[in-house]
């Protein structure tokens, strides 16, 4: 079955750096686009950055424009979430998400908290 492992989410000071990892299995990693969520208490999940079947094709949100970065490793069937220049309204869960087969798919997410 379609599964997605987050890791590497952490505590991190203001302007300090994260990589995200979500690790996709049961379904074909080449042939479906996946994006990063992230969410807040009280608030609904919204798209952060994806990357289409097309490396080349990348989404980013304005929030976050020029400081994450989302890449895919095809061969370890993963994807990246370089966060830079991370500020205290990025805390947030961050989630991995695809759709295959006409169904979304979420990881179980994992928590950054960036505070002094």
């Known amino acids: 079955q379609v599964q997605l492992v987050e890791s590497g989410g952490g505590l991190v000071q203001p302007g300090g750096s994260l990589q995200l990892t979500c690790v996709a299995s049961?379904?074909?990693?080449?042939?479906?686009?996946v994006a990063w969520y992230r969410q807040t208490p009280g608030k609904e999940r919204d798209v952060v950055a994806a990357v289409g079947v097309a490396d080349s094709i990348t989404y980013y949100s304005e929030s976050v424009k020029g400081r994450f970065t989302v890449s895919k490793d095809h061969a370890k069937r993963t994807l990246y979430l370089r966060m830079n220049s991370l500020k205290p309204e990025d805390t947030a869960v961050y989630y991995c998400m695809t759709h295959v087969g006409g169904s979304d798919y979420w990881g179980q997410g994992t928590r950054v908290s960036v505070s002094l």
């Open positions: 049961g379904f074909d990693f080449s042939r479906v686009g």
